[in-house]
């Protein structure tokens, strides 16, 4: 089962089953290391008391107001409620950078049409999907990957009031799914992006880079 653990170089968060693999690397520093030096990270629970969107957060900021992805309203450590079960959500509820990210393909580049492989994500709502003259998606990918959808997901990148970026991702009730990470985000899932996290479409991968 994955779960988070942190680098001990940087202390970036990563995501991975400890049981599966004997060494880690970090995608931030290259770091590379017996995955027993990697700190296994608790999570908590928790449901946003405005619009009811289940949340994982670590337990260290557990006891800290913290801002909800969805509604981007805040919630009150006193008022964060624990569930007894919820769907997964591999990211902690906050995770801002200070610049708009962008997406690197990684994996599909038989299937992909054009030179440039970088996709700049534009501040607001980015919607991702195969191109199509019957598309209507703002970023439209030149691939050949028939497993993508023309409307697959959805990158909306928010200012915070500290000049900050969240970058929300979601599935665009697309016919094969979106992946994070290499888990499949449920209808209405809302994952909070950081730089180094793997994003697949059909059968395209991207990673989330600076």
Known sequence: M????TCPACNTVLIFDRTAIRTAKCPKCDHLGNVKDFREVPMKNVE???????????????HKDTTCPKCMRTIGAKNMAEEEEMSPTDRPSILREYRVGKLELVDGEDMWLSPQKIVTLVRGINTLGRKSPNSVVSIQ????????SRCHAKIEVKMTADSTFVHHLSDADSANGTYHNGDALEA????NLAFGDTIRM???TFKFVE
């Open 2 to 5: 994955k779960t988070k653990s």
């Open 48 to 62: 946003c008391p405005h619009c009811k969107v289940g949340l994982k957060v670590p337990e260290s900021v557990a």
């Open 141 to 148: 990918l030149e691939t050949s990957d028939s497993f993508m």
């Open 188 to 191: 209405e899932e809302i994952i």
């Open 202 to 204: 059909g059968q395209t």
